[in-house]
């Protein structure tokens, strides 16, 4: 894959955004929200401020693609990219309290948590197989007030 720089990568998140709005386009958005997410992931890697952004980019691709999969009947395939987002936000705001700066990333993070939540939920409602589907979103969903993530391991017994 070719080098994409931020000013297109942008511009592809705004597209693929914007397609994800129109049912009649969402089969473009999926492939697009693809090709956005190769570009950030690919950006990413440096650990400098701007590989810190391109990581908070990719996490909402994926979030979004999630969002998409799920609105398009796909919920279970919108499990790992819902995941994934919310393992990044995570990652994204622990480097950034442990460096004492500016979290807002929590917001991002919550919203993600939220997504997955739904998903989950989704999941066992449309395919029951256990009360582990439900345990899950019901975990996912356990943000606490302030928007902050449960405390590690909080979900073993």
Known sequence: MRHVGPDERGRLFEQAREWSRRPDSWANADRLWIRVIDTYRQAAG?????GRH??????RALRRRGMLLSA???AAEGMAPGGEAVAIFERVYDAVAAEGGNVAARQAMG??????????????????SSLDGLRDAVLAAALTPCGQRPPPCS???
């Open 46 to 50: 440096g650990p400098d401020c701007a």
């Open 54 to 59: 391109d990581q908070q980019q990719l996490a």
């Open 72 to 74: 398009r009947g796909r």
């Open 111 to 128: 919203a993600a948590y939220h997504h997955q939540a739904s998903a989950l939920l989704h999941r066992h409602l449309t395919r029951p």
């Open 155 to 157: 979900h073993r017994h």
